[in-house]
């Protein structure tokens, strides 16, 4: 069996990527939205629900460094789109919370992201070929099986 080389792989999809994210960031920014890292923090926070996150575990989960998710988080509380609660049995500790409007800004980012994914997906595939797409992908979500590595 032929070893598939990864940059047949890698380069497109790397490529198609960055192609989407700079469609969907020109959307937002025309409708007047903030982009997607302030989505991206807000749907974790909806995610978490009333218990809210601490910024080391929003940290993991946007993959950002530390002051990056600081910084962020700043301004989406001066904006008033989540509020910072005191950790119960830390002190010094926070807690990230969305607030209602922060929930009703993710939604209408939302509205736009989406469209614009279809937009840019939809028409390249066929029902049949979007579930391949997404099996194939998938494939490099799980770890290469031992007898590969």
Request: net charge negative; glycine share 8%; aromatic share 6%.
């Amino acid at each position: 069996m032929e070893t598939p080389d990864p940059f047949e792989i890698w380069l497109p999809l790397a490529r198609a990527h960055k192609s989407i994210l700079t469609s969907v960031e020109a959307a937002l920014k025309q409708a007047g939205l903030p982009g997607l890292d302030w989505y991206d923090l807000l749907w974790e926070l909806e995610c978490a629900g009333s218990d809210g996150l601490r910024p080391f575990e929003l940290q993991e989960k946007l993959l950002l460094p530390q002051y990056g998710v600081s910084r962020l988080a700043d301004r989406l509380a001066k904006a008033g789109l989540l509020e910072r609660l005191t950790c119960n049995g830390d002190g010094r500790g926070q807690v990230l919370v969305i607030t209602p409007e922060g929930a009703a800004m993710r939604a209408r980012v939302w509205t736009v992201y989406s469209d614009t994914m279809q937009q840019a997906v939809t028409p390249h595939f066929s029902a049949g070929e979007a579930r391949r797409l997404a099996e194939l992908l998938a494939k490099l979500l799980r770890p290469a099986p031992a007898d590969k590595i």
